[in-house]
């Protein structure tokens, strides 16, 4: 699989999101919508620091 914008690299896991057929509805929906996909990762990191995971930024929690 190539990526069609020259100089442009796919990783393997960008590949496997494609290939997945579990995962291309996931990545088409942020491809279309960049605020649901701000809000979503904005709570999934935010939870993870809950859980315990804060050494990414000190604790600090993120909003939009």
Known sequence: MTDSQPGIIM???D???LTDK???AWV??????KARWERDFC???T????LGVDN???GKTYSL
């Open 11 to 13: 990783l393997p896991t």
């Open 28 to 33: 088409e929906l942020y491809a279309a919508d």
């Open 56 to 58: 990414f930024h000190r």
């Open 15 to 17: 590949v496997a999101l």
């Open 22 to 24: 579990n995962m291309v």
């Open 47 to 50: 939870k993870l620091q809950e």
């Open 43 to 45: 709570a999934a990191f």
